[in-house]
């Protein structure tokens, strides 16, 4: 990021940042390329591990 800007409430508390419009475009495309990503990952079978829940009896 190349330069933030920050700003503030009448106190002088820091409320929000504020980045040039390039630097959030990229954010945005790399983001969306991390959600692929992890949706790729989460999706295939190999990263799946099967869900098991062992046998209990409950006694009175």
């Known amino acids: 990021m190349t330069k933030l800007n920050y700003l503030t409430n009448a106190k002088g508390k820091r ?3 504020q980045i ?3 630097d959030w475009i990229l954010f945005q495309k790399q ?8 949706e ?18 409950i006694t009175t």
């Open 31 to 38: 983001y969306e390329q991390l959600k692929l990503e992890i």
């Open 15 to 17: 409320i929000a940042v």
């Open 20 to 22: 040039p419009i390039e």
């Open 40 to 57: 790729k990952l989460c999706g295939t079978e190999q990263n799946q591990a099967p869900i098991q829940i062992p046998n209990k009896q």
